[in-house]
T-cell receptor, first 112, second 110 residues
């Protein structure tokens, strides 16, 4: 296993378009997180899955954001009707226990 | 609301110098992690500390968890250009959630 992978690494889209990102966690990890990070800031929590159940979604997320983790394996994060303020690095992380997370390389989104 | 404040925000030093980065909160954490992040990449886990007063060493990096488990420090000895990056601390209260600090951007000049 080579760690957490994310696809795509970069996405440029026009305002109003929908985008979907994929995260493949470390295979035995049952916990999966999505974060958003803007330049010079720490990661900001978006949502958390334990197996296939989405246990928490940040109040900072609007209804335009949705995440899924079918069968408790890979996860997708969809942003509908993108806005320029959505431009950021979207990070996925996985873990087995609450003693640290393993992050993917991130997907950098640019909304024009 | 739990917050983790890191200081300094920015640090630029010469190769060979020592430095310390601080991570402070008014909240108690059951565990605390340190990460290093390079531009365009995700954070990489360096260490997890769980016991108050715990000290862990990773080559030239020394991590300490405060006795009251509210703060932590990262000390780098004889910094090298390869240490350049964004250093992040993150705390957990024992549930699934992690709170990330504001980050310290370190630049080590050759």
């Amino acid at each position: 296993d080579t760690g957490v992978s994310q696809d795509p690494r970069h996405k440029i889209t026009k305002r109003g378009q929908n985008v979907t990102f994929r995260c493949d966690p470390i295979s035995e990890h049952n916990r999966l997180y999505w974060y958003r990070q803007t330049l010079g800031q720490g990661p900001e929590f978006l949502t958390y899955f334990q197996n296939e159940a989405q246990l928490e979604k940040s109040r900072l997320l609007s209804d335009r954001f949705s995440a899924e983790r079918p069968k408790g394996s890979f996860s997708t994060l969809e942003i509908q009707r993108t806005e320029q303020g959505d431009s950021a690095m979207y990070l996925c992380a996985s873990s087995l226990v609450v003693l640290g997370q393993f992050f993917g390389p991130g997907t950098r989104l640019t909304v024009l | 609301t739990q917050l983790l404040e890191q200081s300094p925000q920015f640090l630029s030093i010469q190769e060979g110098e020592n430095l310390t980065v601080y991570c402070n909160s008014s909240s108690v954490f059951s565990s605390l992690q340190w990460y290093r992040q390079e531009p365009g990449e995700g954070p990489v886990l360096l260490v997890t500390v769980v016991t108050g007063g715990e000290v862990k060493k990773l080559k030239r990096l020394t991590f300490q968890f405060g006795d009251a488990r509210k703060d932590s420090s990262l000390h780098i000895t004889a910094a090298q250009p390869g240490d350049t990056g964004l250093y992040l601390c993150a705390g957990s209260s024992g549930t699934y959630k992690y709170i990330f600090g504001t980050g310290t951007r370190l630049k080590v000049l050759a």
